[in-house]
């Protein structure tokens, strides 16, 4: 099945302790995002990637990092998370942003503490 | 301003009513138009593009006004399946990676 897989799904950690959330895809795209969504904000975005080795910032990247190997694979990463990134994560993918805007993963819900 | 401006609503909807409702954007140079829905605590999913000339998927009819910078979305024969929200989706840019804008999306209530 075509997919976008995200993990973990419910997160609480505290402030300061780094973690990261997986994103995985089985369709061989090559753009591949994280938004949060945040009440009455809708989804931002944090950072996309256009190919392997190939990243950028999206409109909210600060305490956040990302990073490309594999096609596959787009991990979001909180080095020192804070409650102000207590959020729903999404990471999403697509083979044309242009004509097929994104495939999204299941979510993350992450609270800080 | 908001670059995807959205009405909140909710829109409350008797079953088998018709609803309709627009997102502007700012962006005059924005190429493609889309409509996602999301359920609660769900991922969004995507509903329909949207073509300049308008289009329609079954129940679903979206229009796309470049003068007046809007689109719009109409839900025929509402169904208490349809009740979610609505989320309007602009691409800044024209390349095939383009950033989507997400407005922050409309809330439909289809009630028996």
């Known amino acids: 099945e075509a997919q976008v897989t995200q993990n973990p799904r419910y997160l609480i950690t505290v402030t300061g302790k780094k973690l990261t959330v997986t994103c995985s895809q089985n369709?061989?795209?090559?753009?591949m995002s994280w938004y949060r969504q945040d009440p009455g904000l809708g989804l931002r975005q944090i950072y996309y990637?256009?190919?392997?080795?190939?990243?950028d910032k999206g409109d909210v990247p600060e305490g956040y990092k990302v990073s490309r190997k594999e096609k596959r694979n787009f991990p979001l990463i909180l080095e020192s998370p804070s409650p102000n990134q207590t959020s729903l994560y999404f990471c999403?993918?697509?083979?044309?942003?242009?004509?097929?805007?994104?495939?999204f993963g299941s979510g993350t819900r992450l609270t800080v503490v | 301003r908001k670059e995807v401006e959205q009405d909140p609503g909710p829109f409350n909807v008797p079953e088998g009513a018709t609803v309709a409702f627009n997102c502007t954007y700012s962006n005059s140079a924005s190429q493609s138009f889309f409509w996602y829905r999301q359920d609660c605590r769900k991922e969004p999913k995507l509903l329909m593009s949207v073509y300049s000339s308008g289009n329609e998927d079954g129940r679903f009819t979206a229009q796309l006004n470049r003068a007046s910078q809007y689109i719009s979305l109409l839900i025929r024969d509402s169904k208490l399946s349809d009740s979610a929200t609505y989320l309007c989706v602009v691409l800044k840019g024209t390349d095939s990676w383009g950033k989507l804008q997400f407005g922050a999306g409309t809330q439909v209530v289809v009630t028996p």
């Open positions: 999403a993918s697509s083979l044309s942003v242009l004509n097929y805007g994104y495939t």
């Open positions: 369709m061989n795209h090559e753009y």
């Open positions: 990637s256009m190919n392997v080795e190939v990243t």
